[in-house]
């Protein structure tokens, strides 16, 4: 991702294993994202109490939602 670009919460997620299934999705179709969690680096995993957040950029969100679909 470069510098410039503004990234937005796209979707929460109540673990990071759903968040990153969600990113290779995004990934196999050309779309960068970030996985979030305040976890202590994986350390802490209990920390999640605020979700884990798939992060993508502003211009992208759009297309995220096509490839993922509809939030549950």
Not at 6 to 17: I, P, Y
Not at 32 to 37: E, F, T, Y
């Amino acid at each position: 991702m470069t510098k410039e670009s503004k990234l937005v919460v796209f979707r929460d997620f109540l673990n990071k294993a759903e968040a990153e299934l969600a990113q290779g999705a995004l990934e196999a179709q050309g779309v960068d994202s970030i996985v979030q969690a305040d976890d202590a680096g994986g350390e802490e995993p209990g920390l999640w109490m605020g979700g884990v957040k798939l992060l993508v950029r502003e211009q992208d969100r759009e297309r995220a939602g096509e490839i993922l679909g509809p939030s549950k």
